[in-house]
């Protein structure tokens, strides 16, 4: 996984690299320079021979721009300099890599304002920015701030070093202007705020690279690791299905979910469970409902059960659902079950004395939120599964805060779940303090049921491998990548959660085919 950490950490980093294992800060320069270009090799931005333009600013930023502007020529790459600032004002390892390009014949142009200069950066095909970096405090002065609007205002792709000019801070803030790149490279660990919004989108596709940090470096750090997943922490021999699995020893996941006028999201719970690889998925919904789940998904077992005068699950089904319970590996409870009083009930029983692995979301999470200290006797693992609405009512929370990162690692450790907040990006609280911050999905995904489509992967992929903290991340993963494979021709706009539903057996092909 790719480790982010804060902007002091980032620097603390750096300083233990150089101070106490005596690396010189010219060489981790040279290499962050190197990095960044392999990166632009590798993702095909060099295969055109591009007009390449470098904005440098006057510290450490800077001197990686001068590194990356001499590995662009050596590419046989165009490339030219605009300086935000006057030579006199170049020091140390930045200065280093500066007089080094007069022997390459590359001149670094100061900034004058100039019209042909403007036209420079309007008409170049790629930017590299190397202005400010992770040292930025306060407002973006000039001409920062001509260079940064004229950048933006280019139709050149903008590749930035570290962060984008203009974001500040680890929660991910920005000032106004912001340079909006297409790819951000981090130099040893990614910065922590260019994974929240709204910097996550000023930041594009980030990148961590080795610049040759010590191995040890994160264990000289205060401050709390952020990690971001990715497809390699999945390896498909671990999630290979036996030749002779048959359905009871596939996964049977049971749901209680449903009431008037939301049957569509047990339904695609139950489906994305199927969908997922679960053996067997059995339904308990209200006995109306019945015959509407039953027509709308064939291969789901659907249980009917008592119900309120409001179409919701009564209390007294009590009994039915405790038999579910016990057959079941894993169970859902949540989506669509509605607020009826009886249902809060049912769900406070369930949280109380089902002894088998529960995911929690939707309703079930405004029926914990009244005593949500209910968890600490629960006789079971869970996973909550809230967005930042749910997330709130749970931390009974009244004011405009945003839930955090912060919030969800305290909530989990305090209760002793596993929690999921649910966003842009997703990520995952565990009970030991960890965060695990997605990298897959977009934006399409915020419709009606997506919700309820994670909830039933989650619980598949639980009742087939019960490593729980795994099984999250590769639930979470997946969720998004099966959005993501509706991208090119859903788009954003047209996307709804069936859709994922459909794309989770091809997400899930490379990690579920029979093991050679």
């Given at each position: 996984m790719r480790a982010f950490l804060t902007m002091a950490a980032n620097r603390a980093v750096d300083e233990y690299a150089i101070k106490t294992c005596g690396i010189a800060g010219s060489l981790l320069m040279q290499n962050a320079g190197d990095a960044l270009v392999q990166q632009?090799?590798?993702?095909?931005?060099?295969?055109?021979?591009?007009?390449?333009?470098?904005?440098?600013?006057?510290?450490?930023?800077?001197?990686?721009?001068?590194?990356?502007?001499?590995?662009?020529?050596?590419?046989?790459?165009?490339?030219?300099?605009?300086?935000?600032?006057?030579?006199?004002?170049?020091?140390?390892?930045?200065?280093?890599?500066?007089?080094?390009?007069?022997g390459l014949g590359i001149s670094v142009e100061s900034w004058m304002d100039s019209e042909t200069q403007h036209n420079q950066i309007l008409e170049a095909d790629i930017i590299v920015d190397a202005l400010l970096g992770t040292g930025i405090s306060g407002e973006i002065r000039p001409p920062y701030d001509v260079l940064i609007t004229l950048a933006n205002q280019s139709q050149a792709k903008c590749i930035a070093v570290d962060v984008p000019s203009g974001v500040t801070g680890d929660q991910g803030e920005v000032l106004e202007p912001c340079i909006r790149a297409a790819l951000t490279v981090s130099m040893g660990f990614g910065k922590q705020g260019c994974l929240f919004e709204p910097a996550r989108s000023y930041a594009g596709t980030v990148i961590p690279v080795d610049i040759g940090f010590p191995a040890d470096s994160l264990d000289h750090i205060n401050g709390e690791v952020l990690r971001q997943n990715?497809?390699?922490?999945?390896?498909?021999?671990?999630?290979?299905?036996?030749?002779?699995?048959?359905?009871?020893?596939?996964?049977?996941?049971?749901?209680i979910a449903g009431?008037?006028?939301?049957?569509?999201?047990?339904?695609?719970?139950?489906?994305?469970?199927?969908?997922?690889?679960?053996?067997?998925?059995?339904?308990?919904?209200?006995?109306?409902?019945?015959?509407?789940?039953?027509?709308?998904?064939?291969?789901?077992?659907?249980?009917?059960?008592?119900?309120?005068?409001?179409?919701?699950?009564?209390?007294?089904?009590?009994?039915?659902?405790?038999?579910?319970?016990?057959?079941?590996?894993?169970?859902?409870?949540g989506p669509g079950l509605g607020r009826h009083s009886e249902t809060i009930e049912i769900v406070k029983q369930i949280v109380n004395e089902?002894?088998?692995?529960?995911?929690?979301?939707?309703?079930?999470?405004?029926?914990?939120?009244?005593?949500?200290?209910?968890?600490?006797?629960?006789?079971?693992?869970?996973?909550?599964?809230?967005?930042?609405?749910?997330?709130?009512?749970?931390?009974?929370?009244?004011?405009d805060h945003k839930p955090s990162w912060q919030d969800a690692q305290e909530f989990a450790k305090e209760y002793g779940v596993s929690l999921l907040l649910k966003g842009a990006p997703s990520l995952i609280a565990g009970p030991s303090g960890e965060i695990i911050v997605n990298s897959t999905g977009y934006a399409g995904m915020a419709t009606a049921g997506s919700g309820d489509v994670l909830s039933g992967v989650i619980a598949s992929l639980w009742s087939q491998w019960i490593d729980?903290?795994?099984?999250?991340?590769?639930?979470?993963?997946?969720?998004?990548?099966?959005?993501?494979?509706?991208?090119?021709?859903?788009?954003?706009?047209?996307?709804i959660a069936s859709d994922i539903v459909e794309a989770l057996p091809v997400a899930l092909k490379e990690y579920g085919d029979l093991p050679n």
């Amino acid at each position: 996984m790719r480790a982010f950490l804060t902007m002091a950490a980032n620097r603390a980093v750096d300083e233990y690299a150089i101070k106490t294992c005596g690396i010189a800060g010219s060489l981790l320069m040279q290499n962050a320079g190197d990095a960044l270009v392999q990166q632009m090799v590798d993702r095909g931005y060099l295969d055109k021979s591009p007009e390449v333009l470098v904005l440098a600013g006057h510290g450490n930023n800077g001197g990686d721009g001068y590194v990356i502007a001499a590995g662009l020529l050596k590419q046989g790459i165009s490339v030219s300099i605009i300086s935000a600032s006057t030579p006199d004002r170049i020091k140390g390892d930045a200065l280093t890599h500066f007089n080094k390009l007069n022997g390459l014949g590359i001149s670094v142009e100061s900034w004058m304002d100039s019209e042909t200069q403007h036209n420079q950066i309007l008409e170049a095909d790629i930017i590299v920015d190397a202005l400010l970096g992770t040292g930025i405090s306060g407002e973006i002065r000039p001409p920062y701030d001509v260079l940064i609007t004229l950048a933006n205002q280019s139709q050149a792709k903008c590749i930035a070093v570290d962060v984008p000019s203009g974001v500040t801070g680890d929660q991910g803030e920005v000032l106004e202007p912001c340079i909006r790149a297409a790819l951000t490279v981090s130099m040893g660990f990614g910065k922590q705020g260019c994974l929240f919004e709204p910097a996550r989108s000023y930041a594009g596709t980030v990148i961590p690279v080795d610049i040759g940090f010590p191995a040890d470096s994160l264990d000289h750090i205060n401050g709390e690791v952020l990690r971001q997943n990715e497809e390699v922490d999945y390896p498909k021999s671990r999630y290979s299905r036996l030749s002779y699995t048959h359905k009871y020893t596939a996964g049977k996941v049971f749901i209680i979910a449903g009431s008037q006028g939301f049957t569509g999201a047990a339904l695609l719970a139950s489906t994305a469970a199927l969908r997922s690889g679960a053996g067997l998925v059995r339904l308990a919904i209200p006995e109306s409902l019945g015959p509407v789940a039953e027509s709308h998904s064939l291969e789901t077992v659907v249980d009917y059960v008592s119900e309120t005068k409001d179409h919701g699950i009564a209390l007294s089904a009590w009994n039915d659902l405790q038999r579910g319970c016990l057959w079941a590996d894993t169970v859902v409870i949540g989506p669509g079950l509605g607020r009826h009083s009886e249902t809060i009930e049912i769900v406070k029983q369930i949280v109380n004395e089902t002894k088998q692995p529960l995911v929690i979301d939707a309703d079930a999470l405004f029926a914990l939120s009244e005593d949500p200290s209910i968890l600490h006797s629960r006789p079971g693992p869970s996973i909550l599964t809230p967005h930042a609405g749910e997330f709130k009512r749970l931390l009974n929370s009244t004011d405009d805060h945003k839930p955090s990162w912060q919030d969800a690692q305290e909530f989990a450790k305090e209760y002793g779940v596993s929690l999921l907040l649910k966003g842009a990006p997703s990520l995952i609280a565990g009970p030991s303090g960890e965060i695990i911050v997605n990298s897959t999905g977009y934006a399409g995904m915020a419709t009606a049921g997506s919700g309820d489509v994670l909830s039933g992967v989650i619980a598949s992929l639980w009742s087939q491998w019960i490593d729980e903290p795994d099984i999250l991340n590769f639930a979470m993963y997946i969720h998004g990548k099966a959005a993501e494979l509706n991208h090119a021709h859903k788009g954003v706009l047209g996307l709804i959660a069936s859709d994922i539903v459909e794309a989770l057996p091809v997400a899930l092909k490379e990690y579920g085919d029979l093991p050679n």
